[in-house]
């Protein structure tokens, strides 16, 4: 069974740019979720997508949005980019079964790198 | 609102020792508290989490945490780590859903031969 795939795996901006990132979940899990990495801040929960539809959603300015379509496949876009911008995107994948017991599958991230 | 707090950004440790790895929460509900670890240039894999029951709770790769609520800690523990065990971990929590986790800062773990 394929893991979550995140790409791309690098990405290089300048400022004022936009950005789209791409989630593919595990085949058969419903939810996505993101997450910001740096190590300033370490990690933080952006927001997760259940049947296209935003559940839940972190402290992150407007900037920050995503989608999600019919097959699960997610993306999050960053609009006008900032320095601070610059991070480990981490996406992860559940059955979302409404309990803490379901279990997070995480992606190898991509690293944005805005100059 | 919840907070993790993880004491020791860096524990380097020689090979075949015990290691413990702190975490302390703080949450006004009850709460469900997991650790993951990320291998470089990866993304962040589960070792364990406790949501009720035993508070010794037993992970993979031969790590087990547990949970002390008078104390708000849920700290890592192996009796003997290996080279690669070299990773960073993160204590997480949650109020009730798995996929909206609050991570404490990092404790980068470094194996010593």
């Known amino acids: 069974k394929a893991g979550v795939t995140q790409t791309p795996r690098y990405l290089i901006k300048t400022r004022g740019q936009q950005v789209t990132l791409s989630c593919s979940p595990i085949s058969g899990h419903r939810s996505v979720s993101w997450y910001q990495q740096t190590p300033g801040q370490g990690l933080q929960f952006l927001f997760e997508?259940?049947?296209?539809?935003?559940?839940n959603k972190g402290n992150f300015p407007g900037r920050f949005s995503g989608r999600q379509f019919s097959n699960s496949r997610s993306e999050m876009n960053v609009s006008t980019l900032e320095l601070g911008d610059s991070a480990l995107y981490l996406c992860?994948?559940?059955?979302?079964?409404?309990?803490?017991?379901?279990?997070?599958?995480f992606g190898s991230g991509t690293q944005l790198s805005v100059l | 609102a919840q907070s993790v707090t993880q004491l020791d950004s860096q524990v380097p440790v020689f090979e075949e020792a015990p290691v413990e790895l702190r975490c302390n929460y703080s949450?006004?509900?009850?709460?469900?508290l997991f650790w993951y670890v990320q291998y470089p240039n990866q993304g962040l894999q589960l070792l364990l989490k406790?949501?009720?029951?035993?508070?010794l709770v037993k992970g993979i790769n031969g790590f087990e945490a547990e949970f002390n609520k008078s104390q708000t800690s849920f700290h890592l523990r192996k009796p003997s780590v290996h080279i690669s065990d070299t990773a960073e971990y993160f204590c997480a929590v949650s109020d009730g859903s798995a996929r909206q986790l609050t991570f404490g800062s990092g404790t980068q773990l470094t194996v010593l031969p």
């Open positions: 992860a994948s559940s059955l979302a079964k409404q309990s803490p017991e379901e279990k997070l599958f």
């Open positions: 949450s006004s509900v009850s709460v469900y």
């Open positions: 406790y949501l009720s029951g035993s508070t």
């Open positions: 997508y259940f049947s296209e539809t935003q559940r």
